[in-house]
């Protein structure tokens, strides 16, 4: 199965087009005061509008209020949300839109347990970072505490870069990978040739 690719943390138009052109299938859109890659709804909705069809756009939240999410759907056509905080399932739920949780793999706490609080997620993306912390720390964790479950849809972030990408690929498996610092010349603001470096890795382990 080919692996998907997300590439988090767009802050400009030519980013998103870039990143969809060298083949990612989806980009993220942070919502969240406390990121260098935030983006204001008028940010967002200029790249979303410069995107070529057939790109997921997904809204990124941390610990949001429950207007800070209606006012994004609202405003945006969002396909997917994504929850990095510590919201409950029934608050993840109650926008009746598909969202997919973060799992803090910075956590003692296993990824299992977490993931069964979920029911209604359509995947998860397990991070390197602790709760209460976001993503974009450009570390990685222990991939040999990827969970074994086929039933769940997986997706792996934290730390990744065209150096490592392959390797953690054939180690877990994922439906997808996410990358954010690691395509990166500064916090959301993406390099062309890191991008591009990173599918054709991608593309390179799905081969094989």
Known sequence: MRTRVK?????RPNDGV?????????IGLVFWGGSQRCVSLQQAEAIIAALPPMVTRVALFVDPSE?????ALAALPIDLLQFHGRESAEFCARFQH????????????????????????????????????????????DWSRWPGLKDRT???????????VAQAIKQTRPYAV???????????????????????????????
Do not use: W
């Open 7 to 11: 590439i988090c943390g767009i802050t």
């Open 18 to 26: 870039v990143a969809a052109e060298a083949g990612c299938d989806a």
């Open 67 to 71: 207007a800070e999410v209606e006012a």
């Open 98 to 141: 598909d969202y997919i949780k973060a799992i803090a793999m910075g956590d003692a706490q296993s990824p299992e347990q977490q993931m069964q609080k979920h029911g209604k997620a359509k995947g998860f993306l397990l991070d390197s970072h602790a709760s209460g912390a976001a993503g974009g720390s450009g570390k990685t964790f």
């Open 154 to 164: 997986l997706l792996l972030a934290g730390g990744l870069d065209a150096t490592n």
């Open 178 to 208: 996410d990358v954010s610092s690691g395509v990166e010349t500064s916090p959301g603001i993406k390099d062309p040739k890191r991008i591009q470096e990173f599918l054709n890795e991608v593309s390179r382990v799905d081969s094989h």
